[in-house]
């Protein structure tokens, strides 16, 4: 259903906020309360109720359901004064009080027939640039989701450590990355086997496979050559692909990636650790509680600002399952495209923040190192995601742009 109020459209198929200028950056959960509260807006919504249906009956403090219900109020630009939309009755809990016109999504979206194809589109906040989803099947028959967005020539970017097409784009985590880098071209990216609308039910991971996502999704777009952008295991990816078809790329950038996995470059008390978060993920990684993810969080961005952890903790949740996330980790430690450095033949740059705690220097000095006439960039940051508000961002981006450009 899509719920249309004010300024403001929530759809809760895609599970979106919009506003006239695009869509509204919103954690899942406060996205999931916002949700109870238009749906039930013929009623007042009791504490009680709100932490059964938002936090599934879990204790949780007070200040935790205020906390919540603040950001929903400010997502839609409203406050605890003015309560335009959510309105507090003290003692008895709050009520959605804005009038709300009710359209079935099914109805006003166009549909599209055949199994190996989805349109749907999705605005990038303030661009009113949609995306176009669709599905492929790699060697092994899993099924890929790989979308395109924007206008001009293609850039290709590989899938990294859990995607979600649909999701990606409202959260500050990635929203910032596509919107920059897609800039006078038309984007390609896809969900990685195991993660957002790719096929959840797999069971191989290993590099080899997930070359051949790659692959499929190039042969799906019916691209002839495109530069290609890897950050992170998507940069052994992007690697491989580009020594194996040399006529189809026509550039490579690399951003926070290695040519080794964890197995084969750690310490052994490393390597021991990274055995350790398989065992959390398996055991913790499905539950409400973000702890377990944020293990993983503090590693990808230590110096980001706090909204965008609890977003990548929750889109981590969102994203895939915890036998999945244990799987991919699993396989990752095998990663090997040294054979493959020598013989890319596209003029490459690689980029790696000087801090990166998920990925050190040297991983992508290796890269560098291996691919001839390679470049390299350092930026000074400790991130392995960078947040827009990091100053390295900028950098990487403008000098990204400047490469694809030349």
């Given at each position: 259903?899509?719920?249309?109020?004010?300024?403001?459209?929530?759809?809760?198929?895609?599970?979106?906020?919009?506003?006239?200028?695009?869509?509204?950056?919103?954690?899942?959960?406060?996205?999931?309360?916002?949700?109870?509260?238009?749906?039930?807006?013929?009623?007042?919504?009791?504490?009680?109720?709100?932490?059964?249906?938002?936090?599934?009956?879990?204790?949780?403090?007070?200040?935790?359901?205020?906390?919540?219900?603040?950001?929903?109020?400010?997502?839609?630009?409203?406050?605890?004064?003015?309560?335009?939309?959510?309105?507090?009755?003290?003692?008895?809990?709050?009520?959605?009080?804005?009038?709300?016109?009710?359209?079935?999504?099914?109805?006003?979206?166009?549909?599209?027939?055949?199994?190996?194809?989805?349109?749907?589109?999705?605005?990038?906040?303030?661009?009113?640039?949609?995306?176009?989803?669709?599905?492929?099947?790699?060697?092994?028959?899993?099924?890929?989701?790989?979308?395109?967005?924007?206008?001009?020539?293609?850039?290709?970017?590989?899938?990294?450590?859990?995607?979600?097409?649909?999701?990606?784009?409202?959260?500050?985590?990635?929203?910032?990355?596509?919107?920059?880098?897609?800039?006078?071209?038309?984007?390609?990216?896809?969900d990685a086997r195991g993660n957002g609308l790719s096929d959840w039910d797999v069971s191989d991971f290993c590099f080899e496979r997930q070359v051949e996502d790659l692959e499929a999704v190039v042969e799906a777009s019916g691209l002839d050559r495109f530069p290609l952008f890897g950050i992170s295991q998507g940069c052994a990816v992007s690697v491989a692909y580009a020594a194996r078809h040399p006529d189809k790329v026509t550039k490579l950038v690399l951003l926070g990636g290695y040519a080794r996995g964890w197995r084969l470059s750690q310490s052994e008390k490393m390597q021991e650790e990274t055995e350790a978060m398989g065992i959390l993920i398996r055991s913790g990684w499905g539950r409400n509680n973000s702890a377990f993810r944020q293990m993983f969080t503090t590693l990808f961005m230590p110096d980001a600002p706090p909204q965008n952890q609890d977003w990548f903790n929750e889109l981590q949740r969102m994203t895939t399952s915890p036998e999945n996330a244990a799987n991919l980790l699993d396989a990752l430690g095998n990663v090997d495209a040294r054979e493959y450095l020598a013989d890319v033949k596209a003029p490459t740059f690689v980029v790696h923040c000087r801090g990166d705690m998920r990925v050190p220097l040297s991983a992508g000095q290796e890269l560098a190192a291996g691919i001839p006439g390679a470049r390299f960039m350092t930026l000074e940051s400790n991130n392995h995601i960078m947040p827009s508000s990091d100053p390295a961002w900028a950098s990487f981006s403008s000098a990204m742009t400047s490469f694809l450009n030349e």
């Open positions: 259903m899509r719920y249309k109020f004010g300024d403001f459209e929530l759809c809760t198929e895609t599970l979106e906020l919009r506003q006239s200028t695009g869509l509204v950056a919103i954690e899942p959960q406060v996205f999931n309360l916002l949700m109870h509260v238009v749906e039930h807006r013929d009623r007042v919504i009791s504490k009680d109720e709100l932490i059964e249906a938002i936090w599934d009956g879990r204790f949780v403090s007070d200040s935790a359901v205020s906390s919540r219900i603040k950001s929903a109020r400010k997502a839609l630009g409203d406050d605890g004064q003015t309560q335009k939309y959510i309105k507090t009755l003290h003692g008895r809990g709050i009520r959605f009080v804005a009038e709300v016109q009710v359209a079935n999504a099914a109805e006003e979206r166009e549909s599209t027939s055949g199994a190996s194809a989805l349109a749907n589109e999705a605005p990038i906040a303030g661009d009113f640039v949609f995306q176009d989803i669709r599905f492929c099947h790699s060697r092994d028959g899993t099924k890929v989701a790989y979308a395109k967005a924007g206008n001009g020539p293609p850039l290709i970017k590989t899938a990294n450590w859990l995607n979600h097409l649909e999701f990606d784009w409202q959260s500050p985590v990635w929203s910032h990355f596509f919107g920059d880098i897609m800039q006078g071209r038309t984007l390609f990216r896809y």
